[in-house]
């Protein structure tokens, strides 16, 4: 596989996911346009042990992020695994900042990989993690940095989000966290006394 190979089928979908992940949507959990770009990214990860011609064992050593996206991959591609510890299921959590006077602004969507074995870890960061890790170890002439999004603050009175059918065929509920910011600028969990939230 060549470099361009490797921008057009794991490198720009990667960038894709991050743009649809910082929009404004209400998204179902476990199954939207999200997860469908997710497991399709993954599955073109994990074939790089295949056009690298190395063993999974060797390299799920050397990089924990490949690890957890070979399992990823396995997983939305068969379903439950004969090594149940392996299993790794996709969640979407809508993530708000909350300050008391000015109210919610949406951050970002978060893709999670819920891994039976090595927890709950943010997609974009682990597929991140494993594609700088392919980008080294074939020594691809590729000088894309990838930096997940988050939006500038714009403070609303309500949490809201947007429900398009297009991403998203079916809709019964979505998962929000707040957070405050901390000293230093770092994300902080925080449980507002009162949550005003629609979904448009």
């Not at 065929?169 to 230093?184: E, K």
């Amino acid at each position: 596989m060549s470099a361009l190979r490797f921008l057009n089928d794991v490198v720009k979908p990667w960038d894709e996911l991050n743009v649809l992940l910082s929009e404004r949507l209400a998204l179902q959990p476990e199954l939207s346009d999200v997860t469908r770009l997710a497991g399709a990214l993954a599955v073109a990860i994990r074939h790089q042990v295949d056009v690298a011609g190395l063993k999974d064992q060797v390299v799920n050593v050397e990089s924990s992020g490949h690890r957890v996206i070979s399992d990823t991959a396995d997983f939305w591609k068969h379903g439950s695994l004969r090594n149940a510890a392996r299993n790794s299921h996709f969640s979407t959590e809508s993530f708000f900042e909350y300050i008391p006077d000015k109210g919610f602004s949406f951050l970002k969507n978060v893709l999670f990989v819920e891994h039976a074995s090595l927890g709950k870890r943010d997609f974009l960061e682990i597929s991140l993690e494993a594609i700088r890790y392919w980008i080294n170890k074939r020594g691809l002439n590729v000088t894309w940095q990838g930096v997940v999004r988050e939006n500038h603050p714009e403070f609303h009175p309500e949490a809201f989000l947007r429900f398009e059918s297009g991403k998203c065929i079916s809709m019964d509920q979505v998962r929000l966290r707040f957070f405050s910011r901390g000293a230093a600028g770092a994300l902080v969990p925080v449980d507002p006394p009162e949550v005003r939230f629609a979904v448009y």
